[in-house]
């Protein structure tokens, strides 16, 4: 398949691509530990530029963005090694407050967040869970005048500069700390205003990951907020729901990220075996580097087939959870399958100067190995996939084509539980 872009998805690209291109940290290294001081002017300028409020709905004043304008997006900042929270910022903890937050939440954090006066950011990984989706082992008690955090988050993006932090995290009415059955798990997202530190019982321990992002690990050793620090105070519904589909539709954001990188560093690749001589011509000249780079041609492509489809099914409309799930398991198998593939023969073909920090080649290699383990490996998604589509018999239609039996078109919405 082959997507054609409207004009204000063509304008978004084109924009990106080329005001990401006269930056001047794109000359390399890519993906090392910046300080803020350095990333933080470009990040003003998405905000005069409105990236910072695409993915947001109209109604709270963002541009009502779409899953495939907010990949384009990606894609382009994966293009040219852009390393800014907008994954963890924007596509997680902003619009999962603006679609749980009440109407006084969003009217004091969405503008600000919007014109870079503010960051969110959201507290979901914990340890030994590889399972994006599976019941949260920090738990919120309620107390008389609020609520008690217990817990740890892993590697929160940005957690040392954000304003506020929006924590994850499973309601255990009864206080016994057991986690239920995973059809009885309720959860709840709270709003933690960082500028109230020191809070009591809250640790951060400040570090970056391998592909130079901030991040910090946040302890929450029974932290009390009060009332109005939960998302959706208003109607108190669960928000598993809604926590779910975010992270899958960001999931598949990531993967535009990687379809970026992975043609940056295709291109980069191509480009020194045509410089590089051996036995008195270019190594490109071998059958076996043209294979190679042949190879490394379809994984992104085909990558990038499985981003669009993923986008193109999410903005058509998705009214289960569990649909965006299985969407976001089939671009992270594919895409991961592919990212390896493609940052190995990178740094392959470039010989020993493939692991040199001189070279955006091994920024780019450090950024895809770390795609391949954030939000679950490429395997895991894939058997996720394999048995949603065997137990709902979608593997009999194709993804593309309309499905003779509507019936069986998505996966259940427990797919991920079976």
């Not at 006084?104 to 006066?117: F, G, N, T």
């Not at 493609?342 to 950024?367: C, N, T, W, Y």
Request: with cysteine; net charge negative.
């Amino acid at each position: 398949m082959q997507l054609t872009l409207n004009e204000q998805q063509r304008l978004i690209e084109e924009s990106a691509l080329t005001f990401l291109s006269r930056q001047p940290d794109v000359a390399g290294p890519w993906y090392h530990a910046w300080p803020e001081s350095r990333w933080m002017p470009m990040w003003r300028a998405f905000a005069e530029m409105g990236w910072l409020g695409l993915p947001l709905p109209a109604q709270a004043g963002g541009f009502d963005g779409g899953a495939v304008e907010t990949g384009l997006l990606m894609r382009a900042f994966g293009r040219h090694g852009i390393n800014v929270p907008y994954h963890g910022g924007i596509l997680l903890a902003a619009r999962m407050l603006a679609q749980r937050g009440t109407a006084a939440q969003r009217d004091r954090w969405l503008p600000a967040v919007m014109d870079d006066s503010r960051r969110l950011t959201l507290a979901h990984d914990e340890a030994q869970c590889l399972d994006p989706w599976a019941p949260r082992a920090t738990v919120a008690r309620r107390e008389r005048a609020g609520w008690r955090l217990q817990g740890a988050k892993l590697l929160v993006p940005d957690a040392g500069g954000a304003d506020a932090l929006l924590v994850s995290a499973r309601i255990d009415d009864e206080g016994g700390g057991s986690t239920p059955d995973t059809d009885d798990v309720r959860h709840a997202v709270f709003l933690l205003p960082m500028h109230d530190l020191p809070m009591q019982g809250l640790r951060l321990h400040r570090c970056h990951t391998v592909d130079g992002a901030a991040a910090a690990d946040v302890w929450l050793d029974g932290v009390h907020v009060d009332a109005d620090a939960l998302l959706g105070i208003a109607d108190g519904s669960d928000a598993t729901p809604v926590l779910h589909r975010l992270l899958a539709e960001a999931s598949i954001a990531l993967c535009w990220e990687a379809c970026g990188a992975m043609q940056a560093a295709f291109e980069r690749t191509a480009a020194y075996t045509r410089q590089r001589e051996q036995f008195g011509r270019p190594i490109a000249s071998f059958q076996t580097v043209q294979h190679r780079l042949a190879e490394m041609a379809v994984c992104c492509e085909e990558a990038v087939a499985a981003c669009e489809l993923a986008a193109l099914r999410v903005d058509a409309g998705l009214p289960d959870p569990g649909d965006a799930m299985a969407l976001a398991a089939m671009a992270k198998s594919k895409v991961g399958r592919a990212a390896r593939y493609v940052s190995q023969q990178a740094v392959q073909l470039h010989g020993g100067m493939g692991v040199s920090e001189e070279l955006p080649i091994a920024g780019l290699f450090r950024k895809l190995t770390r795609f391949q383990l954030q939000g679950g490996s490429p395997s895991w998604h894939a058997a996720q996939y394999g048995r949603a589509m065997l137990a709902s018999g979608a593997w009999r239609d194709s993804r593309t084509l309309p499905s003779s039996d509507r019936s069986s078109a998505e996966a259940p919405a427990s797919w991920i539980c079976n």
